[in-house]
């Protein structure tokens, strides 16, 4: 990848640059103005500094890094845009707790109707019964992610947000900085093993039934990392195992993202540890897909039945 692109500022530059009353109105009003380009008199009146000379000098320590200067006057750059973003995404955290909502859907084991709960920017889907839910997962949602829904509303507002970043993780980009996510599939954690005794380890019948192979995403430029079980994102982002779906009646595009455990597949077939093979077979009545995944998530379909 280019390196052009990136340029190495220090951390601490950049915050330092952001440490101020008045950079942050800059940034406000240009991100609130009706136009994109705002000149010079104009900023300085809406923020409300009478001395050019110090309000100049403001804005030479956004110049270039959140704020591009033109002929007619100045402007947002996308870093200017983020820190908006991250500023507004945050907003909402004092109201960030919600009381338990009942989902449409069941416990595959209990029966029991699952919940969704929010707590310390954490959605948590499970029911009220098991110990450990095996319908239930959770995943970091960001508090305005909420903000202006009614509580009815949530539970879709959740699955549309997880289903985005999922496919944006899938597609590449980093959530945080849009920087390349490398896909990894791998057996869970709790499968993990050690390459030594991954032969001896694949020829135990047992184990493969419960392993849950999943995949990790790790951002080569700021280091985040996400995690996704690999029948999700087969489902998110295959395009066989979509249309397969499509074909016998199933809009996946259209099922709440808790609803995908019942679309998992019954067979999960690790067919090789090192590097990792597995095969993932999708069956609706009497129709049966299986695709082979390789570590970097490449995708082959191996049978339609
Ligand atoms: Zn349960
Ligand atoms: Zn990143």
């Not at 029948?231 to 295959?238: I, K, N, Y």
Request: glycine share 6%.
């Amino acid at each position: 990848m280019s390196e052009r692109f990136v340029q190495q500022v220090e951390p601490e530059e950049v915050f330092a640059a952001l440490a101020d009353e008045t950079r942050l109105a800059i940034l406000q009003t240009l991100w609130e103005s009706e136009v994109e380009t705002v000149s010079f008199s104009a900023l300085r009146r809406a923020v409300g500094m009478r001395d050019p000379g110090q309000f100049n000098y403001h804005l030479g320590k956004l110049a270039g890094r959140f704020v591009t200067r033109t002929a007619e006057g100045y402007r947002l750059t996308q870093a200017g845009k983020h820190v908006n973003g991250a500023i507004a995404s945050g907003m909402y955290t004092a109201q960030g707790a919600i009381d338990p909502i009942v989902v449409d859907h069941s416990c595959r084991i209990s029966g029991e109707s699952l919940l969704l709960l929010y707590e310390n920017e954490t959605v948590r889907i499970e029911c009220d019964t098991c110990s450990s839910c095996p319908s239930g997962w959770e995943a970091p949602v960001p508090p305005a992610v909420f903000a202006g829904y009614d509580r009815n509303e949530i539970p879709a507002v959740v699955s549309q947000y997880l289903r985005t970043i999922s496919q944006h993780a899938i597609n590449g980009f980093c959530p945080y900085c849009n920087g390349w996510m490398e896909p990894t599939v791998r057996a869970s954690d709790a499968m993990d093993v050690n390459p030594e005794s991954s032969d001896e380890r694949s020829e135990m019948p047992d184990d493969r039934l419960r392993d849950q192979p999943e995949v990790r995403f790790d951002c080569q430029r700021c280091g985040a990392e996400a995690k996704l079980a690999l029948d999700h994102a087969l489902l998110l982002g295959d395009p066989a195992v979509v249309s397969f779906h499509h074909e016998n009646g199933i809009i996946v595009r259209e099922q709440p993202i808790w609803e995908f455990s019942e679309l998992s597949p019954e067979n999960v077939e690790i067919e090789r540890r090192n590097p990792i093979r597995v095969g993932v077979t999708f069956g609706i009545d009497e129709s049966a897909i299986t695709v082979i995944v390789d570590e970097a998530l490449n995708t082959e379909t191996a049978n339609t039945l």
